[in-house]
């Protein structure tokens, strides 16, 4: 059986950066339109709009499925696979609980639009990351890859969930 988690709705920061990021290629377009250099306003407002494109299609997951064959990141143009034998963890951390595990950590990707998705360097290493909420997210370890941070619909009951799956002698 499969349980889908969506993933979390913007947190309230991120929706108005994801507004004032769309902001820029609208307002290159009307730059172009009324400005003496209208050509190259016109491309750089294009390019940003296939940039946003992309992250929509390949970072930005839409969903999480859950299975006994473990976790699948489903994005529109893509889908990702955590086998069940690479998961030995699932928690749910907040902000501070991660600061106190990891440290600090540097964005590497795409942040701001939609979430933050890409990696994170922490003091401990690199942490895979595909969140849009900033209050609670699941932190999953894994055997052979980094950590994974997700922000799903319902991280409590995703967590619980990817514990169950996992064999009882490695948890």
Known sequence: M????????????????TWLLWALPVGFAVAALVGPRGVGLFWIALLLVVLYGAVWIWWRPGRFEVSAQGLALVFPGRRAMIPTSDIESASVV???????????????????????????????????????????????????????????????????MLERQLPAPRR
């Open 2 to 17: 499969t349980e889908t988690f969506r993933l979390a709705p913007m947190a309230p920061f991120i929706r108005w950066l």
């Open 94 to 160: 907040d902000p501070k609980a991660f600061r106190e595990q990891f440290g600090l950590a540097l964005r590497v990707g795409a942040g701001g639009l939609w979430g933050g998705f890409g990696w994170l360097w922490t003091r401990k290493g690199w942490v895979e990351f595909y969140v849009s909420a900033l209050d609670r997210y699941v932190l999953i370890r894994r055997r052979r890859h980094i950590p994974l941070l997700i922000s799903p619909e319902e991280p409590r009951r995703m967590a619980a």
